[in-house]
């Protein structure tokens, strides 16, 4: 089974200038997510999709960062403009809800991340 | 909220040494928790999870965590570590009122030595 892919693996752009990252989530896949992970932290998520729908972007700092996920298979993270602070891993990851018993389990399997870095 | 502390940011051991990274978790209700690891420009990989069956659980390459109530602890632990181990490990929990979004540890580094 493939796994979770993800391009670029590296990046590197100054400020004020826009990326863009793109993720192709394991097939079958409904749920997909983009996560945040700077330098000594845990990752933070960003925001989840379901199928193409936002289920939850409340941690996106809207004003720079869109995503998408048209057709419901793979999404792209843009930032734009990038400021110093957004350097950081860009992971995605992607599940298939298992329900166990009387209870639904998600279990999340992550693509290699993309490392941004803005000098 | 719901959300974990890992005590430690970076633990040494040996090799052929006993591994203990520990974890603390704060939920509203009984929590899913799971560790995962992340070996350098790698994915993060899932190591076990808990999901209120046994409270013992057993994942990949001879790791094993206890899930104490009474502790609010999740403890990470192996007999007997291998060079191989060394890695980033994050502790991580979700409540199953928000099903699948999970709240990350800041992580414990393993280093392991000869």
């Known amino acids: 089974e493939a796994g979770v892919a993800q391009s670029p693996r590296y990046k590197i752009i100054e400020k004020r200038q826009s990326v863009a990252f793109w993720c192709n989530p394991i097939?079958?896949?409904?749920?997909l997510y983009w996560y945040q992970q700077i330098l000594g932290q845990g990752p933070k998520l960003l925001i989840q999709?379901?199928?193409?729908?936002?289920?939850?972007d409340s941690q996106l700092p809207k004003d720079r960062f869109s995503a998408e996920r048209l057709k419901g298979v793979d999404s792209t993270l843009k930032i734009q403009p990038a400021k110093l602070e957004d350097s950081a891993v860009y992971l995605c990851?992607?599940?298939?809800?298992?329900?166990?018993?009387?209870?639904?389990?998600?279990?999340?399997?992550f693509g290699p991340g993309t490392r941004l870095t803005v000098t | 909220a719901q959300s974990v502390t890992q005590l430690d940011s970076h633990v040494s051991v040996s090799e052929g040494t006993p591994v203990l990274l520990r974890c603390n978790y704060s939920?509203?209700?009984?929590?899913?928790l799971f560790w995962y690891v992340q070996h350098p420009n790698k994915g993060l990989q899932l190591l076990l999870k808990?999901?209120?069956?046994?409270?013992l659980v057993k994942g990949i390459n001879g790791f094993e965590a206890e899930f104490k109530k009474s502790e609010t602890s999740f403890h990470l632990t192996k007999p007997s570590a291998h060079m191989s181990d060394a890695a980033e490990y994050f502790c991580?929990?979700?409540?199953?009122?928000?099903?699948?979004?999970?709240?990350f540890g800041t992580g414990t580094r393993l280093q392991v030595t000869l």
């Open positions: 097939s079958g896949h409904a749920t």
């Open positions: 999709f379901q199928n193409n729908g936002v289920v939850d």
């Open positions: 939920s509203s209700y009984s929590p899913s």
């Open positions: 808990y999901t209120s069956a046994a409270t």
């Open positions: 990851a992607s599940s298939l809800a298992v329900l166990r018993g009387a209870q639904l389990s998600y279990e999340q399997y």
């Open positions: 991580v929990v979700s409540d199953p009122g928000t099903a699948s979004k999970l709240t």
